[in-house]
Each structure stands twice: as structure tokens, then as C-alpha cells.
């Protein structure tokens, strides 16, 4: 078994996600307002409406966003000050892959996550090859990374963040510009075979449905969270009656 695969091949402890009394201010606008939990599950989901917060919410767990006030930690660490360590442990996921890919071909864009780690050039090579077959894109390896289908680019911003092995990915409306089937390829990835914990912010309920624990952002607020099954009938609930 390569290195790369030996390393991802159990699940890792979940970490612990502490907002307290957290703000998020753009100017005038209030995108998050006195947000407080604590969170220490796997699968985490996130759901609401447009404009609720939640990917506001995402993006301040790798420094993405700054909080306003509050404090903030993950795994202990304060994605202001140690920002740098936060975007090893924390991967993030835009729901439009051509945001992330960098560099000309599919290997030399995962590889491009390992520079500056202290790898030789040879052991970078074992990861980024382990990586590409485990994810299904070793026949693309040398092809030009803009070429690829809708799908394969999704795993190839996938593969090009998790080859770094972080604790935690982030993923914010992954499937939003996939066909069925690559939404329900990419969610089974994120789902079923991560070993790390996830935070998915979707619109799909179905695969909300799947996670441990799902929080619901209304109007910049933690208005529900709990199971998922629970949370998403009052969701929907809500948006049949509002």
C-alpha cells in the first residue's frame, strides 16, 4: 500500500469546533450574529437558505472569513493568529472547482498542495500518484487540469487537498454544479470514505441527511442544530410555511 493511502486509511478522532458568541460583519451587513457551539462529530452538515450564513460559517474555520468578535478555535487554534497551521489541518472545498486548480495538469496540481512540506521530489511523486488512483484520476495524470469534466475537476480539487492530509475538510456546496450522478459520486466520497472530519454546507438535503450532526443558519443566526433527520423536517417545515 503507498504511503499516501496507508496514511488515509482509517478515520481520524474529530476534532473539537468552538465558536463563542462569534460575529461576522461586512460593513453594514451582519452575515453571522452571536453564534455559539461547540462542535465534535465527524459528518457534520450545514443547511439554510441563501444568504443565512452558513457558508460564512465555513469559511471562518480555515481563516477564509475573520470573525468580527467572539472567539473562535479549532482543534485549539485560532484561525486569525495561527492561520498558517489552520490551512494545513483545514482543507476547504468551493463549489466551483476552477476556483482552486493552479497549475497546468492534474499531477502537477496535486502536487502543488506539497510544496514547501519538506517532501523530496521522489516522495512527492509516491503521494501524488497514490492520490490520483485513489480518487480515479491516474489516467489523467499528465492531462491539462481545465480539460477535465465537471466531475473529475471536483476530485481533482479533492485529491489536490487531501493529498496534504488535513484533520478536517470543509466543504462548501461541492455538488452544486454536478450532474446526479457525479453529485452522488462526490457524495459518497465525502460521506462514506473520508477519514476526516467533515463539514458540508449543502443545499442537497439528501446528503445532509447522512451526516451525525446538522446545524441550520437563518438570517446570520444558529437558529436549529441536532439530528440530522430532525433538523431537516423542521427546515423544511419552515420553508413550506414561510
Known amino acids: 500500500m503507498a504511503p499516501a493511502q496507508a496514511a488515509q486509511s482509517q478515520p481520524q478522532s474529530p476534532s473539537e469546533i468552538f465558536l463563542d458568541a462569534v460575529s461576522v460583519a461586512f460593513g453594514d451587513r451582519h452575515a453571522l450574529s452571536r453564534v455559539s457551539v461547540t462542535l465534535n462529530h465527524r ?3 450545514v443547511i439554510g437558505s441563501n444568504g443565512s450564513g452558513k457558508s460564512t460559517f465555513a469559511r471562518l474555520l480555515n481563516g477564509l472569513v475573520t470573525p468580527t468578535s467572539g472567539t473562535l478555535r479549532v482543534s485549539g487554534l485560532n484561525p486569525v493568529t495561527e492561520a498558517k497551521e489552520i490551512r494545513r489541518r483545514v482543507g476547504f472545498i468551493f463549489s466551483n472547482p476552477d476556483a482552486q486548480i493552479v497549475m497546468p495538469t492534474v499531477a502537477e496540481d496535486v502536487a502543488f498542495t506539497l510544496r514547501g512540506r519538506g517532501y523530496t521530489r ?30 473529475q475537476k471536483q476530485l481533482l480539487a479533492l485529491s489536490a487537498i487531501l493529498v496534504g492530509e488535513p484533520q478536517i475538510l470543509v466543504a462548501d456546496e ?4 454536478l450532474d446526479a450522478a457525479n453529485t452522488r459520486r462526490i457524495g459518497n466520497y465525502l ?9 458540508l454546507v ?4 439528501a446528503l445532509a441527511a447522512r451526516c451525525d450532526h446538522v446545524l441550520r443558519f437563518s438570517e446570520g443566526r444558529l437558529v436549529d442544530q441536532g439530528h440530522p433527520a430532525a433538523v431537516i423536517d423542521r427546515y423544511a417545515n419552515a420553508v413550506e410555511h414561510g
Open 43 to 45: 459528518r457534520i452538515g
Open 122 to 151: 521522489a516522495e512527492i511523486a509516491v503521494r501524488v500518484t497514490a492520490t490520483l488512483e485513489r480518487y480515479g484520476l491516474a489516467a489523467h495524470a499528465d492531462a491539462p487540469a481545465h480539460n477535465l469534466s465537471g466531475g
Open 174 to 177: 461541492p455538488t452544486a454544479l
Open 191 to 199: 460521506l462514506d470514505e473520508l477519514p476526516q472530519q467533515l463539514v
Open 202 to 205: 449543502t443545499h442537497d438535503l
